[in-house]
C-alpha cells in the first residue's frame, strides 16, 4: 500500500514542480514584457520633453520678435 502512495506522491510532486516551473516562466516573460514597455514609455516621455521643449523655444522667439516689433513702432 506504501508503494503505491509515494509513486502517487511523486506524480503530484512532478506536477506541482512543472506548475512551479511555468509560473517562474511566466513571470519571466512578464518582466521582460514590462522592461520592454518601460523603454517604449521612456521614448515616449522622451519624445514629449523635446516636443514641448522645441514649442516653448518658438514660443520665446514669437514674444522677442513681437517685443522688438513693439520697439520699433515706438510705443
Known amino acids: 500500500m506504501d508503494a503505491p502512495r509515494e509513486v502517487a ?3 503530484n510532486q512532478r506536477v ?3 506548475e512551479r516551473d ?8 512578464r518582466r521582460m514584457m514590462a ?5 517604449d514609455i521612456n521614448d515616449m516621455a522622451d ?6 521643449r522645441n514649442q516653448l523655444k518658438i514660443q ?4 522677442f520678435k513681437r517685443f522688438q516689433e513693439m520697439l520699433a513702432r515706438g510705443v
Do not use: P
Open 35 to 39: 522592461a520592454d514597455d518601460q523603454s
Open 9 to 11: 506522491a511523486t506524480g
Open 47 to 52: 519624445a514629449f520633453i523635446k516636443k514641448f
Open 60 to 63: 520665446r522667439e514669437e514674444s
Open 16 to 18: 506541482v514542480q512543472k
Open 22 to 29: 511555468n509560473t517562474k516562466k511566466q513571470s519571466m516573460s
